[in-house]
């Protein structure tokens, strides 16, 4: 099956720094790879989402990476805020049986410290 | 105002006591899914539902259960919950498999 990791696992930057979280995956059949921000006691947000015919897509701050020959996407958070502390999860879309389903990473501990 | 709405946001319960969570949309959404999320790692899928076809993960307990009685609704049912089903559980829909994944703010279940 499909197998997403992610790094760091924590992750400080000072406030205006940029910050890079990054993901590998094994499943070449993987297509669709979005990007996670969970808040203390509250569920998951989609922040950006890239599919495997795009090399990069932006959305004001954020941008998402992928190299499919390499197998790994990135995430970059430029002119860090403190609302930016969170975790952060990848994940990619694997096929499983005749359906789609998301595997996460292991998650990202951002910390943006004023 | 939330699209993907989950109920209660908080419930204990006893060992062994049946408990039901509730999700509602308003996306009309055909897919919705349970994840069980244990503190300080990533979502683990339990099953799906794609309109009235239920798909259960094949690692998935069966003390696990679930109903959409509608396009709106879908429940998670606990038959008989031991302390290690103390979590956070996660409701999301999407319009189609391979679309985004849109989560409600989850249930943390707490068993005495």
């Known amino acids: 099956g499909e197998n997403v990791e992610q790094h760091p696992s924590t992750l400080s930057v000072q406030e205006g720094d940029s910050a890079v979280i990054k993901c590998t995956y094994s499943?070449?059949?993987?297509?669709?790879f979005p990007w996670y921000k969970q808040e203390l006691g509250k569920g998951p947000q989609l922040i950006i989402d890239i599919r495997s015919n795009v090399g990069e897509k932006k959305d004001q701050r954020i941008a998402v990476t992928l190299n499919k020959t390499a197998k790994h996407f990135s995430l970059h958070i430029t002119e860090t805020q403190p609302e930016d502390s969170a975790v952060y999860f990848c994940a990619a879309s694997t096929l499983i049986g005749s359906a789609r389903q998301l595997t996460f990473g292991s998650g990202t501990q951002l910390t943006v410290l004023p | 105002d939330a699209m993907v709405i989950q109920n209660p946001r908080y419930q204990v319960t006893q060992f062994g006591k049946p408990v039901t969570l509730s999700c509602s949309q308003t996306l009309n959404h055909n897919v919705m899914y349970w994840y069980q999320q244990k503190s300080s790692q990533a979502p683990k899928l339990l099953f799906h539902?794609?309109?009235?076809?239920?798909?259960n993960e094949a690692d998935t307990p069966d003390n696990f259960q679930s109903r959409r009685p509608n396009t709106s609704f879908c429940f998670l049912d606990i038959r008989s919950p031991g302390l290690g089903d103390a979590a956070m559980y996660l409701c999301?829909?999407?319009?189609?498999?391979?679309?985004?994944?849109?989560f409600g703010d989850g249930t943390r279940l707490s068993i005495l």
């Open positions: 539902y794609y309109d009235k076809d239920f798909n």
């Open positions: 499943d070449s059949a993987s297509n669709y």
């Open positions: 999301a829909t999407s319009r189609d498999h391979n679309q985004p994944q849109h």
